[in-house]
């Protein structure tokens, strides 16, 4: 989830960046996209790298790509691992569902090519270093295929200024604006 107040310091330096005015509607658009896909650190490197590559305004596919190829993938895998074998470890055994809900597809796919929840379960120490190998080379293969598979389905975060209500009156105001258009 990406602190709100980050997230509009990170939309105002885009806007000096590109010389774009950040009117409400598009706080509200990039907000909605990112705010479930991003973290706030994920965040800041995203808008770090859109200033320093981009050359007009980018939209938020380009700032989540971006944001989610942060650092060596081998060392996001390592980091899902650990993730999911500190739940095993504390006792609270995971399924293939709930890994592909809490951290994404690429992990789902690396947990099952490592064996799974038996795996993760029971594994003898001898065992462990096969086991991440494993889950490793197939997690940063899909990421490789396809990066926005490494992402947490996720909710939308509470906190961000993004209601109902707001979404409705939006979306109202594009489809009179398209009405508007084709008149």
């Given at each position: 989830?990406?602190?709100?107040?980050?997230?509009?310091?990170?939309?105002?330096?885009?806007?000096?960046?590109?010389?774009?005015?950040?009117?409400?509607?598009?706080?509200?658009?990039?907000?909605?996209?990112?705010?479930?896909?991003?973290?706030?650190?994920?965040?800041?490197?995203?808008?770090?790298?859109?200033?320093?590559?981009?050359?007009?305004?980018?939209?938020?596919?380009?700032?989540?790509?971006?944001?989610?190829?942060?650092?060596?993938?081998?060392?996001?895998?390592?980091?899902?691992?650990?993730?999911?074998?500190?739940?095993?470890?504390?006792?609270?055994?995971?399924?293939?569902?709930?890994?592909?809900?809490?951290?994404?597809?690429?992990?789902?796919?690396?947990?099952?090519?490592?064996?799974?929840?038996?795996?993760?379960?029971?594994?003898?120490?001898?065992?462990?270093?096969?086991?991440?190998?494993?889950?490793?080379?197939?997690?940063?293969?899909?990421?490789?295929?396809?990066p926005?598979?490494?992402?947490?389905?996720?909710?939308?975060?509470?906190?961000?200024?993004?209601?109902?209500?707001?979404?409705?009156?939006?979306?109202?105001?594009?489809?009179?604006?398209?009405?508007?258009g084709?008149?």
């Amino acid at each position: 989830m990406i602190d709100v107040v980050r997230f509009k310091a990170g939309m105002v330096a885009l806007g000096v960046g590109f010389n774009r005015e950040i009117t409400a509607d598009v706080l509200d658009v990039y907000g909605r996209v990112l705010s479930r896909r991003l973290d706030t650190k994920q965040w800041e490197r995203a808008v770090t790298r859109a200033l320093e590559a981009e050359r007009f305004f980018p939209p938020p596919t380009v700032l989540l790509r971006y944001g989610i190829a942060d650092g060596a993938p081998q060392a996001r895998a390592g980091e899902a691992y650990a993730a999911i074998l500190s739940r095993f470890e504390g006792g609270r055994a995971m399924g293939p569902r709930e890994v592909r809900e809490q951290f994404g597809e690429a992990a789902f796919d690396a947990f099952v090519a490592a064996g799974g929840t038996r795996a993760f379960e029971r594994c003898e120490p001898r065992d462990e270093p096969f086991r991440l190998k494993r889950f490793v080379e197939a997690w940063t293969e899909t990421v490789d295929q396809s990066p926005e598979r490494a992402l947490p389905e996720g909710d939308r975060p509470a906190g961000l200024p993004f209601t109902t209500d707001e979404a409705a009156k939006f979306l109202g105001e594009v489809s009179g604006i398209a009405r508007e258009g084709a008149a």
